[in-house]
């Protein structure tokens, strides 16, 4: 008999939940719903893919793609927040329920980078830098010329003999 009132009450009351399927009820504000993303406007930075927690994020820069497995997602909305471009948001209602389970591939176009001017005399990391061509070209011309060959070195040898043979000659 303690749950009589209870019970009576219960029955006089309309019921505390929905009919879910037939009676949506209204999200709440910034409610951390589905993930979207506008793929036209992603830079490929893969910022969403380091913060995500659970990892349900890949980005390709190389092929263009932006993979998502929402089953791995936990909402936490990381990725909307790091986004750079704020490409990335959330609906205010979750997915819809689904018999399969599949990823989500978007594919697009990453932003072509301009390639930074750099010197076209610019030396490598560690080594001099080669002011002019005409310079480098004559130092490496300047010790193959003064490099003289075996063969010419025995050929001086004789003559310079002979020319110190002439000088003691001529000073006596």
């Given at each position: 008999?303690?749950?009589?009132?209870?019970?009576?009450?219960?029955?006089?009351?309309?019921?505390?939940t929905?009919?879910?399927?037939?009676?949506?009820?209204?999200?709440?504000?910034?409610?951390r719903?589905e993930?979207?993303?506008?793929?036209?406007?992603?830079i490929?930075?893969?910022?969403?893919?380091?913060?995500?927690p659970?990892?349900?994020i890949?980005?390709?820069?190389?092929?263009?793609?932006?993979?998502?497995?929402?089953?791995?997602?936990?909402?936490?909305?990381?990725?909307?927040?790091v986004?750079p471009?704020?490409?990335?948001?959330?609906?205010?209602?979750?997915?819809?329920?689904?018999?399969?389970?599949?990823?989500?591939?978007?594919?697009?176009t990453p932003?072509?980078?301009?390639?930074?001017?750099t010197?076209k005399?610019?030396?490598p990391k560690?080594?001099?830098?080669?002011?002019?061509?005409?310079?480098?070209?004559?130092?490496?011309?300047?010790?193959?010329?003064?490099?003289v060959?075996?063969?010419?070195?025995?050929?001086?040898?004789?003559?310079?003999?002979?020319?110190?043979?002439?000088?003691?000659?001529?000073k006596?």
């Amino acid at each position: 008999m303690l749950f009589t009132p209870t019970v009576v009450k219960n029955l006089l009351k309309k019921p505390a939940t929905r009919k879910y399927p037939f009676e949506v009820r209204e999200p709440f504000p910034k409610y951390r719903g589905e993930l979207v993303i506008d793929i036209d406007r992603c830079i490929f930075c893969s910022s969403c893919e380091r913060k995500c927690p659970s990892q349900c994020i890949a980005v390709d820069r190389d092929k263009g793609t932006w993979q998502c497995d929402p089953y791995a997602c936990i909402y936490c909305g990381y990725c909307v927040d790091v986004c750079p471009v704020k490409c990335l948001s959330m609906k205010d209602v979750h997915r819809k329920p689904s018999t399969e389970k599949t990823e989500w591939i978007e594919q697009g176009t990453p932003p072509r980078h301009k390639k930074k001017e750099t010197p076209k005399d610019a030396a490598p990391k560690g080594t001099a830098p080669v002011l002019d061509k005409s310079a480098a070209a004559a130092e490496e011309a300047a010790p193959a010329a003064t490099e003289v060959a075996p063969e010419a070195k025995a050929e001086e040898r004789p003559a310079a003999k002979d020319k110190k043979k002439d000088e003691k000659k001529g000073k006596k």
